[in-house]
């Protein structure tokens, strides 16, 4: 394995003798071997250490083992106690994003901090396969499929063309020590499942899964650069900027082939999805004056141009994401939302309340969004046999005060489109119906 680190220091010409290089180093086999193999070539490094609290004893114990291996080394070593679940909770995020936002902020601390050149990361190529198939699960362009970057600006990845089994060997060949983390063994996170159960049945398929994989992520990383060139000539003909606004020529979208994907690589740095591109680039015959919004910017269709403009907010304004499986979200100071999930039965009544609103689960399109209605707003209000509503003519419907608009919410399906102006009219178009099978029904309670 030394002489494969030391083709890829030489493939991508680090100059790694020459300045300290910080190691992530978890304690696990691939990070103790990663600093194995830099102690072995005679690399000037250092390691951190995030100890994220998240398995008590354990955590600590994996701590003291780096600090232990780091003194008999004679390495730096920087060491970070996280409180992980606290900034997931104030962030209303998963604890894997929380964990993942917090170390790489710390790193670029480091870097920034002490002068390192470069961080190197402990993946492999298992590590890629992993990615791109959740990628692949998930719904992702070109980029999601061509896996993890061997070296991207200051990251390395140095084990990137070895395997997981190659790795292990060459710990236990080499009595390499390391740490076993007890949460790798649980099918609890999603990466867990893809190691255990899909990848392997994979292997067996192609017992040279790893190479292949790496194969086509090189070709894919080679294609992706070539159409790279294409866009950049593409935007600069069809995309012009003022300040922070930005105009698209409609012309130059029509005579494209492929406009929803040239569009959505404009829009997706704004927070647009591809289902919402899909619906703008339905609209470019339709009359001026459509808009679509985002959560942070607004497209507006002009004769000629769409307008891409930040949304202008107000510290009142809140935008939040309801993952599938959550069961209870704050939505304002006082406001909040109880999501349950339930199976139909062709007896099933829909109890009466305008704080309650039901849907087709095979119709939603997870994560969920809250936000503040919005001018241009309309949606297919419940029973109204799919005509359209402005959210603003049903609050005028409503009585709504003025000074109470503001704080009136919309309940959004994953491709933007309204699915409830909560406490108020639900959607028809996500309506219960005789062919649905589950359905979520979510309760709006205030005070609670």
Partial sequence: ?????????????????????????????????????????????????CNFGLRGDESDADERFVRQWAENAGVPCHVHLFDTQAEADKRRISIQMAA?????????????????????????????????????????????????????????????????????????HQNIPWREDSSNATDHYRRNVLRHRVVPVLQELNPSL????????????????????????????????????????????????????????????????????????ATLDATSGKQFHSHSHSVVKDRTELIISPQISTPDVRY????????????????????????????????????????????LCFPLVVRPWQIGDWFCPFGMSGKRKKVSDLLVEHKIPVSHKPNCLVLLNGDQQILWVIGLRADDRFRLGPHSIKFLQVEYLINA
């Avoid at 304690?27 to 193999?37: K, R």
């Avoid at 289902?275 to 680039?281: K, L, P, S, T």
Wanted: hydrophobic residues 45%; aromatic residues 10%; charged residues 20%.
């Fill in 1 to 49: 394995m030394l002489d494969s680190f030391l083709t890829f220091v030489n493939d991508h010409r680090l100059p790694l003798g020459e300045m300290p290089t910080l190691l992530a180093v978890s304690g696990g086999v691939d990070s103790m071997v990663l600093a194995e193999l830099f102690r072995r070539a005679g690399s000037p490094f250092a390691l951190a250490h």
């Fill in 100 to 172: 993942r936002d917090l170390r790489y902020a710390w790193f670029k601390e480091l870097l920034d901090g002490f002068g390192y050149p470069y961080l190197a990361l402990a993946h492999h190529a298992d590590d890629s396969i992993e990615t791109v198939l959740l990628n692949l699960v998930r719904g992702t362009g070109l980029p999601g499929m061509i896996g993890i970057a061997p070296v991207r600006n200051r990251l390395i990845r140095p084990l990137l063309y070895s395997s997981k089994h190659e790795i292990l060997n060459f710990a236990r």
């Fill in 210 to 281: 790893e190479a292949t994989f790496l194969q086509t992520s090189e070709r894919l990383r080679a294609a992706s650069s070539v159409l790279d060139v294409y866009l950049a000539t593409w935007r600069s003909q069809a995309v012009r900027q003022e300040g922070d606004t930005h105009f698209v020529s409609i012309d130059m979208l029509r005579r494209t082939r492929e406009p929803v994907y040239l569009l959505h690589t404009v829009l997706e740095p704004f927070g647009y999805s591809y289902a919402q591109v899909q619906n703008i680039v």
């Fill in 320 to 363: 939040l994401q309801i993952a599938k499986g959550t069961s209870r979200i704050h939505v304002s100071e006082k406001g909040v939302l109880l999501l349950t999930h339930h199976t139909y039965f062709p007896t099933f009544v829909p109890t009466p309340d305008k704080h309650i609103a039901y849907f087709d689960e095979a119709l």
